[in-house]
């Protein structure tokens, strides 16, 4: 039985379907739609892989297997080269935090790999815009441990916290603002102070460990974290 075409259908291509569906904010659908296109093509391939020796079969089992292994190596590897801060705008961090539970951490099956490198960038850039608030707010706890195993980084950057105090202190008091040549003096003569007691204290040692863990932590999270609903459906305008 077949079926005569339509005049009045309407036939999308799939690129241009995935472009409307982007911008129109509907990116969850084509995360699930990338998903379910690689899982299929997937086991369409694992299905049609020729067995290659009769000593020692192949069976399309072991191929697809080897296929999926080697195709995760090369995503993994890829979210380590993705720049999540490509589509970041000073706006992402204005406003209030999605919530922790439902919203960053969700549930278990809010967690999937990535299918491609192309899901995996998708999912960095936009879950980094969504949970920029989150991702800042780790990055000041992890800041904030590792202060705390280091303190000697801790009481440099109270020195300096303290040394910048005494610099205002010293120009509200005696006016050094008007003389702009002794101001600038001794800005510059805190400033190198400062790095001095920074470097001394070991706290770029505590910066980095800061950024690694917090960087390491935030492309893991966005690269895995599905994408969902940014804001849910209107069911209608209410009288």
């Known amino acids: 039985m077949s079926f005569s075409p339509n005049p009045l259908s309407l036939s999308v291509p799939d690129s241009a379907f995935d472009s409307w569906l982007r ?6 659908i084509i995360d699930q739609r990338t998903s379910d296109v690689h899982r299929h093509s997937s086991a369409a391939a694992a299905a049609a892989a020729p067995i290659t020796s009769t000593s ?3 069976t399309p089992l072991a191929t697809g297997f080897f296929i999926s292994l080697f195709s995760r190596i090369v995503t993994l590897f890829s979210i380590f080269t993705l720049n999540p801060f490509a589509k970041l705008s000073a706006a992402d961090f204005s406003g209030p935090a999605p919530s922790w539970t439902s919203g960053f951490i969700g549930s278990f099956e809010s967690y999937s790999f990535p299918s491609s490198p192309a899901q995996a960038r998708l999912r960095a850039h936009e879950n980094a815009k969504r949970y920029a608030r989150n991702y ?7 800041f904030v441990c590792t202060l705390y195993q280091m303190p000697v980084a801790l009481l440099g950057l109270i020195s300096c916290m303290a040394l910048w105090d005494v610099v205002k202190f010293c120009c509200n008091r005696w006016g050094l603002d008007k003389y702009p040549v002794v ?3 001794l800005v510059r003569v805190a400033q190198c102070v400062t790095v001095i007691i920074l470097l001394f204290s070991n706290f770029q040692i505590a910066i980095f460990c800061a950024l690694g863990i917090g960087y390491t932590g935030m492309i893991l999270h966005a690269a895995f974290r599905k994408l969902t609903l940014a ?3 209107s069911t209608g305008s209410q009288k």
């Open 56 to 58: 020692a079969p192949t």
């Open 231 to 233: 804001k849910p459906p």
């Open 183 to 185: 101001w600038q003096c």
């Open 136 to 142: 800042a707010s780790l990055f000041v706890l992890f």
């Open 23 to 28: 911008d129109s904010g509907y990116l969850e």
